[in-house]
């Protein structure tokens, strides 16, 4: 039976406890599993390699994914970090330049030193990236929509790039979640999440997903994760699993409640630039609407006057978004990306790429949207 995706979310790689019936898959919370001779034991030797909680929420990611390898890490820079693994010391990764600041980080900061290379480009248009692609070439990194400018980045054709060349494809599928948008199905390798985000989707959680369909690589994901251990534990792949099973009815509310924040702040005064992929006369407009189903609920705006203190005030005036890292749980936040997700990025590369001082990034949450509104509506008054 083909299952849709609300479906999935409840019963997807899911099945009832077979000791005990239990409809919850048990938390396994346990090092190790006694065998009954020497390897010979029920596909459980030791919880770094393989745990039935984690494996139940690695199954049910995976299908989300429309994937047929899912693997599960103790954060999202955990599991960019096996991504990287992947690679030798002179391979070379193109990168959008307007990407999450720790993916940054990490590329910049840890894998540089171990002798790979990495380009940042533009991909609005995606034949940039050919500009780029040479011997040493390993991958195409993508975030879709990027954080925090929301800029779209087209999947089948920087899919068609990657195969032109032999090379991967990864794609950061953390804010438009499996409920709007499916890279595997658009040709990407390689689906990576930080579950922390809409997957576990209650602010309770750090975790990081990776999702493919070649055997080959998910060898390789699966041999990395058990040989640097950067596993996720029972307890929150319990909680993902509960968290996953009302993702299609959160990510609609977060998709209603961020259309309409969009719209307020756009026809507001004191509102300058207003980033969100469902407005018409955003960037890639027409490619997400074609590779995503709806537009999710982030976004981010910037204020008439471009002041660091009226930023700061404004955040500071909010009383239901709550000011604070990370995003994609039911309740709102908010956030300066110029000191706060991407202040490991050097000034004048942020202001290149248009993370300015007076930009606010907003998680949409599933509150009442009138509510939502009117915190916006009165910090924006209070304003000079």
Same mark, same amino acid.
């Given at each position: 039976m083909k299952m849709k995706f609300g479906t999935k979310a409840i019963h997807g790689g899911l099945e009832p406890d077979s000791a005990t019936g239990a409809i919850m898959t048990p938390i396994y919370q346990t090092s190790t599993f006694v065998q009954n001779g020497v390897g010979n034991h029920k596909g459980y030797a030791y919880s770094r390699t393989q745990n039935p909680t984690r494996h139940a929420l690695e199954e049910n990611i995976a299908q989300l994914e429309n994937g047929k390898f899912g693997a599960c890490f103790g954060s999202g820079m955990a599991a960019i970090d096996c991504v990287l693994k992947l690679f030798n010391p002179g391979d070379e990764i193109i990168s959008t330049n307007d990407l999450y600041g720790g993916t940054y980080r990490i590329f910049k900061t840890?894998?540089?030193?171990?002798?790979?290379?990495?380009?940042?480009?533009?991909?609005?248009?995606?034949?940039?990236?050919?500009?780029?692609?040479? %011997?040493?070439?390993?991958?195409?990194?993508?975030?879709?929509?990027? !954080? =925090? @400018?929301?800029?779209?980045? &087209? #999947?089948?054709?920087?899919?068609?790039?990657?195969?032109?060349?032999?090379?991967?494809? %990864?794609?950061?599928?953390?804010?438009?979640?499996?409920?709007?948008? !499916? =890279? @595997?199905?658009?040709?990407? &390798? #390689?689906?990576?999440?930080?579950?922390?985000?809409?997957?576990?989707?209650?602010?309770?959680?750090?975790?990081?997903?990776?999702v493919c369909n070649d055997e080959n690589i998910a060898k390789e994901i699966y041999r990395i994760q058990n040989s640097s251990g950067a596993i996720t534990s029972p307890m929150d792949a319990f909680l993902v699993l509960r968290g996953i099973k009302t993702l299609h009815v959160r990510m609609q509310r977060h998709c209603e409640n961020g259309k309409q924040v969009a719209e307020f702040l756009k026809s507001h005064p004191k509102v300058d630039k207003v980033y969100w992929p469902g407005f018409e006369d955003h960037p890639n407009h027409q490619i997400a609407k074609t590779q995503m189903r709806d537009y999710g609920g982030m976004l981010s705006f910037t204020l008439k006057e471009n002041r660091l203190e009226d930023a700061h005030q404004m955040l500071e005036n909010m009383h239901i978004f709550a000011l604070a890292e990370s995003l994609g749980g039911v309740e709102s936040l908010s956030g300066h990306p110029a000191t706060m997700t991407h202040g490991a990025i050097p000034k004048e590369e942020r202001e290149k790429i248009g993370i300015v001082d007076s930009m606010i990034r907003l998680s949409v949450g599933i509150e009442d949207v009138t509510d939502l509104i009117e915190d916006l509506e009165n910090a924006l008054n209070k304003l000079n």
């Open positions: 840890i894998f540089e030193k171990y002798g790979l290379k990495f380009h940042f480009v533009g991909m609005e248009n995606a034949l940039e990236i050919e500009t780029y692609i040479n %011997a040493n070439t390993k991958m195409i990194w993508v975030e879709t929509p990027t !954080n =925090p @400018l929301l800029n779209i980045i &087209d #999947i089948t054709a920087c899919a068609e790039i990657a195969q032109q060349n032999n090379i991967l494809l %990864a794609v950061d599928n953390t804010f438009a979640t499996p409920f709007l948008q !499916n =890279p @595997l199905d658009l040709g990407a &390798d #390689i689906v990576m999440h930080s579950v922390t985000k809409y997957l576990g989707g209650h602010s309770d959680v750090v975790m990081g997903a990776l």
